[in-house]
């Protein structure tokens, strides 16, 4: 899906601005540029894209599509070209379309969803791996992992503990594990992969 032109994921070939996943939802990356407003749009691309010129873009973006709508995959990396510094111009289109396709296919919220509806499904001792592609996925990963492996998950500075939360897990990987330099060669997209893993614990806790 993302190396075909027609879904409209990459900003380096002529396609159209769809970027869904699944071909029969209602939502396209066209419907958010040509009819959201210029805050949802800086907010997307800010909070999805990291990107730090989400105002300047958005703002670029409503000026354009005052003139014509923007359609086009190219047609929306040069309205971005204009916004930003030509030394940030691949960067800064990465992060606005890896924001629109996050937005158009709500993948944190699916993300959200899964972890949420995760752990019941794991049997004592069964761990569970994923792969995150960008840090926004990383960090809710990263965090909800955390929160299971943790005794106590009170603010910093209180006193004591007043949660009475429990461990429901181990990490099984402390740290995210990346890809060797060997791997990167041989597939350039693992370059941005992050590997976590988590382990139930048994009902019985006295196994741990």
Known sequence: ????????????????????????????AADIVNEGSRDEIERIIGE?????????VANAIVRSR???????????????RSAVR??????????????????VNQELDRLRTALDNLLPLLSGRGRFGVISYHSLEDRMVKRTFETWASDCICPPGLPQC???????????????????????????????????????????RSAR
């Open 1 to 28: 899906q993302i190396d075909t032109p027609g879904r409209g994921f990459s900003f380096q070939s002529e396609g159209p601005l769809d970027m869904r996943m699944d071909r029969g939802g209602a939502l396209t």
């Open 66 to 80: 005052a003139k014509s709508p923007l359609t086009s995959t190219t047609g929306l990396a040069e309205t971005i």
């Open 162 to 204: 007043v949660c009475e939360h429990e461990r429901v897990a181990v990490l099984h990987t402390r740290r995210a594990v990346v890809a060797s330099r060997e791997e990167v060669t041989a597939n350039p997209r693992a370059r941005s992969a992050r590997f976590r893993m988590i382990e139930r614990l048994p009902d019985d």
């Open 48 to 56: 999805y894209g990291e990107e730090r010129q989400a105002r300047s």
């Open 86 to 103: 030509r030394r940030w111009a691949i960067k800064s289109c990465a992060r606005v379309f890896q924001a629109l396709r996050i937005a």
